[in-house]
């Protein structure tokens, strides 16, 4: 038996002011039933404090960042570091969206630098990985998702490397209404457990919670969730609205 935890983790991308985020938050916790499935809200930098405040006592529910800075401070203006995160109630750190490393050109170099970053300070890291459709369709997928995942995390201890949580998300599912099929997550879940195996071991391998992305919403969670290598879902855009979410929580 797996003792790996099932998790949904709503990631807000850049939506909601801080009013109807903290509005967000409260319809969620008003209705979030006690759970083993951990439930995360991945919400944007200003808004992160007046979550942490309302989630705080509510044990399956925590908090996450949704990028962060790989040092320590000084002058970067405009950026946020995982002190800071810290300080104001975060637990996670959502790195390598497919989002980041588009339009702000991040490697797995750099994600791999911010993982370490987050680590160090004590959160941990939601480490996204996942191709674009002309990779699909020139069969490239696992060679690619292999590629971002052994530069991204496979310098990292075994103890390091059990902290990350890995959500496997296909770029053309995301935000398209296009979902990959039970059996494409399936598949590559289960391809990414093996280069876990390979690394670091069975052990780490079944403990290690792999999240599916892309289109994740109440109507098709269960089918996604259902598949032995899928561990839950990291959610855009039926994130941001609270029956949905809740829905999706109780598909797991
Ligand atoms: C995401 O941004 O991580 C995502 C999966 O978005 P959506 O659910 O909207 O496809």
Known sequence: MSHRKNI??????????????????????????PSETLAILGAPYIHLKGVSHIISDINNLHLAAQNCHQEEGGAYTGEISTGMLRSVGCD???????ERRDYFEESNQLINAK????????????????????VREAGDHEKLVAQQVKEGLFDLSATDFSKVVIAYEPVWAIGTGVTASPDQAQEMHAFIRSLVV??????????????YGGSVKPGNAKELFSQPDVDGGLVGGASLNAADFLAIMDAM
Not at 8 to 26: D, I, S
Not at 92 to 98: A, E, K, P, R, T
Not at 198 to 209: K, L, M, N
């Open 198 to 211: 390979d690394q670091y071991g069975e052990e780490v391998a079944d403990a290690t919670s792999i999240l």
């Open 8 to 33: 949904v983790a709503g990631n807000w991308k850049m939506n909601k002011n801080y009013e109807e985020g903290r509005t967000l938050a409260r319809e969620i916790v008003a209705k979030l039933k």
């Open 92 to 98: 996670y750190v959502i790195l390598g969206h497919s």
């Open 115 to 134: 993982v370490k970053k987050t680590l160090a300070d004590g959160m941990l890291p939601i480490f996204c990985c996942g191709e674009k459709l002309p």
